[in-house]
């Protein structure tokens, strides 16, 4: 029986984040780095992720590797991946972490916070190619050659608003942390992708049951970002634990998933939401 340090040891693994630049993404580099994981930072921004990988170099004793990726291209997610490969011999965890976002100064904040009567049909098919399409290319580059080594671990990133609906209620008189001259929402282009990379995630786990390729979902609840007062208020009020979550409180579940300790778990989804969806 392995003890509890070598359940969670991921040393000898490589492991890749997309999406690593961003307010979780980082997190989850730093902890599986922690781990003893060799570290992938991938994202779209080159100068983001070569800043992130220098920093996780100089901070944790592992190997990390940059690179630049957009994960709705099918020719840039093989060449990542043949990348990985190329570099460290194998892909043994993989975090699809990459979603549309949208901040301050962007060109799309406008369209992407448009209420659903007035939502543009081509930002919601720009929300499914980067959040939905990345993660089914991701997954079907990284997993190919998880099949060939017989072993792996894939974690997709949905949502509380991928199992419940947004409640409007707490959008009431809020404005954007992004441009405070708008009224903030979460888009129903969120909830689609979010609720469908759930499903895909079943999906996956079944068919790679026998390869010893485990798939799980990580469901995190709102974390705090710079919001606004009113916001985090209702939000809150609106939650069992009665705060927003800290951008590091996700690191045990991301660990855990990653790691031998959810050796008997596929399929599953790890809500860590306080309490969000309790009621």
Known sequence: MPSIAELFDLSGRTAIITGACGLLGRE???VLAQAGA???VADLKPEAT??????????RNVNVLPLEVDVSQKESVQQMVDRVINEFGRVDILVNNAALTVKAGSEQLKDYFAPFEDYAVEMWESALRVTLTGTFLCSQAAGSQMVKQNRGVIINLCSIYGLVAPDQRVYVNVRSPYDRSMAFNTPASYSATKGSILALTRYLAAYWA????RVNALTPGGVFDGHDEEFVKNYAYRTPLGRMADRGEFRGAILFLASDASSYMTGANLVVDGGWTAW
């Open 38 to 40: 060799d570290i992938v």
């Open 210 to 213: 026998g390869r010893n390729i």
């Open 28 to 30: 989850h580099c730093d």
């Open 50 to 59: 070569r800043k992130v990988a220098e920093d996780l170099a100089r901070s």
